[in-house]
């Protein structure tokens, strides 16, 4: 469907299941749903998503704090965390891991829907500062498809932590056609999500 993959890591399942209709209704894919570490950890090894809702409170031995650091130390995408009240310890040791963003539990669709597009924003102005800029050219010279001038938008765009919908406002196309557009791109650069576009395209970037 070519959307933002989103695993969710949640061990209330009422919680979880109204996150999965958001999704839903906010043009979001559920990449996976799971309610302890080990799961999310199999996840992020076998079926990588773009972003993580991560709940900081897990009834498991490893919180979402310590999924979040072998996020950062491993995969290396954003991840928001899901938090309700909690102790200053648990918040200092979450704030240590540097997220893309909190969101406070309950919360709307509204709410998710911002957190989402602020987290991928946030990360990728983060994550680009120390990289250098995207170069079609020096892009083309690794694919046997090369990619036109409008893919190049879009990978761009991508790139910069935009939604399928804000990629459509500020291009002013419609969201098929972007996601026809990051179809290409997923074929030309044999890729399956935004995450592993932008790992194979940062690595040629080096």
């Not at 036109?148 to 939604?163: A, N, P």
Request: glycine share 2%.
């Amino acid at each position: 469907m070519n959307k933002i993959k989103v695993l969710v890591v949640e061990d209330n399942e009422i919680m979880l299941l109204y996150i999965q209709t958001c999704l839903n209704n906010i043009d979001f894919e559920l990449s996976a749903a799971v309610t302890n570490s080990a799961d999310a950890l199999f996840q992020l090894e076998n079926n990588l998503p773009d972003i993580v809702l991560l709940d900081i409170n897990l009834k498991d031995d490893n919180d979402g704090i310590d999924v979040a650091q072998v996020i950062n130390d491993k995969f290396k995408i954003p991840f928001i965390f899901l938090t309700s009240l909690a102790d200053k310890e648990t918040l200092d040791r979450a704030k240590k891991t540097n997220p893309s963003g909190y969101i406070v539990k309950p919360f709307k669709e509204q709410d998710l829907l911002v957190g989402l597009e602020m987290a991928l924003y946030n990360f990728a102005q983060r994550n680009n500062f120390s990289q250098p800029k995207l170069s079609l050219s020096s892009i083309n010279k690794h694919l046997i498809k090369p990619l036109s001038e409008r893919e190049f938008e879009i990978l761009q765009c991508i790139y910069d932590g935009k939604t399928n919908q804000q990629m459509a406002s500020s291009l002013y196309l419609s969201v098929n056609t972007i996601k026809t557009h990051i179809n290409n791109l997923y074929l030309k650069l044999d890729a399956s999500s935004r995450s592993s576009v932008l790992a194979r395209v940062r690595s040629w970037q080096q």
